[in-house]
């Protein structure tokens, strides 16, 4: 039985695998992608399992907690609707940024979609401290941040990883959700320890913990969430285990589903990673107790022995059991300062917010170019590895726009991979997946497919979904028209 305030062992829920997730043993508790669940209409496998006592988590993808731009009101109301309709204790999203340009920098807004890592910076800290403070004002439960996986680095960084999160909880009080399988990324990708990153985190913080597969080419590993959970990443969940009990821990998976038995095994394998890391740790406990006492009854202290009046204490504190919910500790009187500087500098640093919030902006807008428009790379980035960041977005944008716009790939057939890769080497995302199918069917009729079956398909599938010729008078509008009337010819 959980104990009280634990999730304990869950999985992500998809509607691809959800009827297998009801049917599978032993799952306390799943997470689903909040931009894919509608609080009017939620899915009936997700009603089953919150009328048989599983706790639901929404897990958001697209707030861009990290981005310049202060949390858009409507993606934050979106995010809380869902909280309210599952009835769940706290939701999350990552400390990233998908999406750069607009006002700031005075340039056209462009779309990741995907997770791109921020900047380890004072600069970038402070604005995604009070990004996350408004984000915490608008929700009704508890939020917790994810730390990401990552190809690239920046340059001029000032933090580790361990460091940056250490600073973020303590200014903000968030909860963190911390990823294995993307500290096993960093790991591979960046060079980064995972034990150094845990060991300067503030683990009673943690609300709960991911695990996922990947695989790994030419050097780089790509956090897939489609591959088994390879055995580096039950390692440091291991190690973080015999740091701190988890709260809660969720097997994640989003592409390439197995069959039910081989998720059971996945489950099953970080259940004994689990309880293999507490006895360990127990022992270790007892362990550090013995010595003490022998220790205190050494020649070298005189020879009195000192009996213990208390036991050593586990690193899983009872603190750990109200992690899910409860406030992370914080400094006040540091709130806002930065690394190395002097207490009350927040004061003077919010008279220059707009600024700050500049600055990253054109750092992040001139990144997010060179990887989906073709720009020149900022200087200081390795342009290897931009390029493998920048094909595996095109990439993932095409299989995405595949799962919203499933006709496309079905009336181009083989054709509709390189079509589209030509196409978003060329035309950046501006307005998410789904006006994204719509601009690639319309870019592909307006550049003159030859006519057939297929080009008629496909141009009636423009239309049907387009909709109707926009009233207003301006350029934009204008154009829209102007591409309706020449398909329409065709």
């Given at each position: 039985?959980?104990?009280?305030g634990?999730?304990g062992?869950?999985?992500?829920?998809?509607?691809?695998i959800?009827?297998?997730?009801?049917?599978?043993p032993?799952?306390?508790?799943?997470e689903?992608?909040?931009?894919?669940?509608?609080?009017?209409h939620?899915?009936?496998?997700?009603?089953?399992l919150?009328?048989?006592g599983?706790?639901?988590v929404?897990?958001?993808?697209s707030?861009?907690l990290?981005?310049?731009?202060?949390?858009?009101?409507?993606?934050?109301?979106?995010?809380?609707e869902?909280?309210?309709?599952?009835?769940?204790?706290?939701?999350t999203?990552?400390?990233?940024?998908?999406?750069?340009?607009?006002?700031?920098?005075?340039s056209?807004?462009?779309?990741a979609?995907?997770?791109?890592?921020?900047?380890?910076?004072?600069?970038?800290?402070r604005?995604l401290c009070?990004n996350?403070?408004?984000?915490?004002?608008a929700?009704?439960?508890?939020?917790?941040?994810?730390?990401?996986?990552?190809?690239i680095?920046?340059?001029?960084?000032?933090?580790?990883?361990?460091?940056?999160l250490?600073?973020?909880?303590?200014?903000?009080?968030?909860?963190?959700?911390v990823?294995?399988?993307?500290?096993h990324?960093?790991?591979?990708?960046r060079?980064e320890?995972?034990a150094?990153?845990?060991?300067e985190l503030p683990v009673?913080?943690?609300?709960?913990?991911?695990?996922?597969g990947?695989f790994?080419?030419?050097?780089v590993?790509?956090?897939?969430?489609?591959?088994?959970?390879?055995?580096?990443?039950?390692?440091i969940?291991a190690?973080?285990?015999?740091?701190?009990?988890?709260?809660?821990?969720?097997?994640e998976?989003?592409?390439?589903?197995?069959?039910?038995?081989?998720?059971?095994r996945?489950?099953?394998a970080?259940r004994?990673?689990?309880e293999t890391?507490?006895?360990?740790t127990?022992?270790?406990?007892?362990?550090?107790?013995?010595?003490?006492?022998?220790?205190?009854?050494?020649?070298?202290?005189?020879?009195?022995?000192?009996?213990?009046?208390?036991?050593?204490r586990s690193?899983?504190?009872?603190?750990?059991?109200a992690a899910?919910?409860a406030?992370?500790?914080?400094?006040?009187?540091?709130?806002?300062s930065?690394?190395g500087?002097?207490?009350?500098?927040g004061s003077?640093d919010d008279?220059?917010d707009?600024?700050?919030?500049?600055?990253?902006?054109l750092?992040?807008?001139?990144?997010?170019?060179?990887l989906?428009?073709?720009?020149?790379?900022?200087?200081?980035?390795?342009?290897?590895?931009l390029?493998v960041q920048?094909?595996?977005?095109?990439?993932?944008?095409a299989?995405v726009?595949?799962?919203?716009?499933?006709e496309?790939?079905?009336?181009?057939?083989?054709?509709?991979?390189p079509?589209?890769?030509?196409?978003a080497?060329?035309?950046?995302?501006?307005?998410?997946?789904?006006?994204?199918?719509l601009?690639?069917?319309?870019?592909?009729?307006l550049t003159?497919?030859?006519?057939g079956a297929?080009?008629?398909?496909l141009?009636?599938?423009?239309?049907?979904?387009?909709?109707?010729?926009?009233?207003?008078?301006?350029?934009?509008?204008r154009?829209?028209?102007?591409?309706?009337?020449?398909?329409?010819?065709r």
């Amino acid at each position: 039985m959980r104990e009280p305030g634990r999730l304990g062992t869950g999985i992500g829920w998809r509607p691809e695998i959800a009827e297998a997730v009801e049917n599978m043993p032993g799952v306390d508790w799943v997470e689903a992608v909040a931009e894919n669940v509608c609080p009017g209409h939620l899915p009936k496998s997700l009603l089953r399992l919150r009328e048989r006592g599983v706790t639901v988590v929404p897990h958001g993808v697209s707030l861009g907690l990290g981005g310049a731009d202060r949390p858009d009101e409507a993606r934050l109301t979106a995010l809380a609707e869902r909280a309210e309709a599952l009835g769940s204790p706290l939701v999350t999203e990552h400390i990233a940024f998908v999406r750069a340009g607009g006002p700031l920098t005075a340039s056209p807004l462009l779309e990741a979609g995907h997770l791109l890592p921020v900047p380890r910076t004072r600069d970038a800290l402070r604005v995604l401290c009070e990004n996350i403070r408004v984000a915490q004002a608008a929700l009704p439960v508890p939020l917790a941040v994810e730390n990401i996986a990552a190809l690239i680095s920046w340059p001029g960084e000032e933090m580790t990883e361990g460091q940056f999160l250490y600073d973020l909880v303590d200014r903000t009080g968030v909860r963190l959700l911390v990823d294995v399988a993307n500290l096993h990324t960093n790991h591979v990708n960046r060079g980064e320890d995972p034990a150094k990153a845990l060991g300067e985190l503030p683990v009673e913080a943690i609300a709960y913990v991911h695990v996922a597969g990947g695989f790994e080419r030419d050097g780089v590993w790509h956090d897939s969430h489609a591959h088994p959970v390879a055995r580096p990443v039950l390692d440091i969940l291991a190690d973080l285990a015999s740091r701190v009990t988890p709260p809660g821990v969720l097997l994640e998976r989003d592409e390439n589903f197995p069959e039910p038995a081989e998720l059971e095994r996945e489950l099953t394998a970080i259940r004994r990673t689990l309880e293999t890391a507490d006895v360990t740790t127990r022992a270790a406990v007892r362990g550090t107790a013995a010595l003490a006492v022998r220790r205190a009854a050494s020649p070298a202290d005189g020879g009195q022995a000192v009996a213990a009046t208390e036991p050593a204490r586990s690193p899983d504190t009872a603190s750990a059991a109200a992690a899910i919910t409860a406030p992370a500790s914080r400094t006040p009187g540091d709130a806002g300062s930065a690394p190395g500087e002097p207490a009350g500098a927040g004061s003077r640093d919010d008279a220059d917010d707009d600024a700050r919030r500049q600055r990253v902006a054109l750092a992040q807008t001139a990144l997010l170019s060179a990887l989906v428009a073709g720009t020149p790379a900022p200087e200081g980035f390795d342009r290897v590895r931009l390029g493998v960041q920048a094909r595996a977005l095109a990439a993932k944008r095409a299989d995405v726009v595949a799962k919203v716009a499933p006709e496309l790939p079905e009336i181009l057939a083989d054709g509709y991979r390189p079509a589209f890769l030509a196409y978003a080497q060329r035309h950046p995302m501006t307005g998410g997946y789904r006006r994204d199918a719509l601009d690639f069917a319309e870019h592909l009729l307006l550049t003159g497919l030859p006519e057939g079956a297929e080009t008629r398909r496909l141009r009636g599938w423009w239309l049907e979904r387009s909709g109707p010729a926009p009233l207003s008078g301006r350029p934009a509008a204008r154009l829209a028209r102007a591409t309706r009337r020449a398909l329409l010819r065709r």
